[in-house]
């Protein structure tokens, strides 16, 4: 059995839809990030990064932190979602990395500055806007004449999907970005995608 550490947030939706398309039975635990639970020592026992989502695989007793090393693990454990060897692999991990290091936190700091905070900073938002734009048009041009990010439907369209998902419902334009919508439709229409988020139950944005 799988406890997941999590809040209603891109990264720890990640793990909740990988959850389900693996068919992974599972214990949520909600770690109240706004309440600032992640800072308690039980929760750093497990993050020392102070960050959702965490697991623990109770069935060998391994904990896991950082969104894309859990969804790794989980693909492994299962030999599902990944390539398990060779360039394919390789690929896929590349894209991994790719959103762990740019589309999760540039898209973070463009909301950030643009709509979280209430003293706005034209050249934060400026800067985060440009670069977001520009990380997405990386994704629209690998998404031409492609279904998925990598051959198959894999854990990087997990990691980027709801990056995407959440940038869309808090109202940034895609007007320039068709096949990056298109694969973001699609995906959404899978039944544990359509379950993942709801992993916790959704809070007000
Ligand atoms: N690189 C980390 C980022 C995790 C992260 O930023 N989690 C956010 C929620 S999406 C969080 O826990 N924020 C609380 C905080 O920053 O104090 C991952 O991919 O797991």
Known sequence: MIDLYTHNTPNGHKISICLEELNLPYTVKVVDVRQGEQFKDEF??????????????????QTVFESCA??????????????????????????????????????????HFALVTSEKIPYAIERYTKETNRLYGVLERRLK???YI??????????????????????????EFPNLIAW???????????????????LPM
């Open 184 to 202: 973001h439709d699609q995906i959404a229409t899978r039944p544990a995608v359509a379950k993942g988020i709801t992993v916790p139950a959704p």
């Open 70 to 111: 859990i969804l790794l693990y989980l693909a492994d454990k299962v030999g599902r979602l990944m390539p398990s060897s060779g360039k394919a692999r390789w690929e896929a991990i590349q894209w991994l990395f790719f959103q762990a290091a740019s589309i999760g936190p540039m898209l973070g700091q463009r909301a």
């Open 145 to 147: 004449e492609r279904e």
């Open 44 to 61: 750093l026992a497990l993050n020392p990064n102070a960050k959702v989502p965490v697991i623990i695989d109770h069935d060998i007793g």
């Open 150 to 175: 990598c051959d198959e439907y894999s854990i990087v369209d997990i990691a980027h999907w709801g990056w995407i998902y959440t940038a869309k419902r808090m109202g940034f334009s895609f007007d």
